[in-house]
Nanobody, 118 residues
Framework: QVQLVESGGGSVQAGGSLRLSCAAS????????MGWYRQAPGKQRELVAT???????VYADSVKGRFTVSRDNAKNTVYLQMNSLKPEDTADYYC????????????WGQGTQVTVSS
């Protein structure tokens, strides 16, 4: 059974920081690109950041310089360090795992809420 479990969400004031974690089980973690996506009510889900099995990263322009994605293959965990948070960062954040060779293996966590107040 594949399971992605997010943690670390919460409510913070603008300018604050949060660190999200996603613990994966049931997959060969080191063969997956791991990513973070977010979705606000009434809006489309959007990519926040991804990190490949060899450490390559992609960030949305809106979070560059503020967010950092990293992974620990020994712990089967991906992180999203979020600094200088803005109200526009408020959303449900979802962890994603996508196999780099078999794209049909694509999994999602249940999400964690991030609320940033001004």
């Amino acid at each position: 059974q594949v399971q992605l479990v997010e943690s670390g969400g919460g409510s913070v004031q603008a300018g604050g920081s949060l660190r999200l974690s996603c613990a994966a089980s049931g997959i060969f973690f080191s063969t997956y690109t791991m990513g973070w996506y977010r979705q606000a009510p009434g809006k489309q889900r959007e990519l926040v950041a991804t990190v490949t099995s060899v450490g390559g990263t992609v960030y949305a322009d809106s979070v560059k310089g503020r967010f950092t994605v990293s992974r620990d293959n020994a712990k089967n965990t991906v992180y999203l360090q979020m600094n200088s948070l803005k109200p526009e960062d408020t959303a449900d954040y979802y962890c994603n795992a996508r196999h780099e060779l078999m794209s049909r293996s694509n999994y999602w966590g249940q999400g964690t809420q991030v609320t940033v107040s001004s």
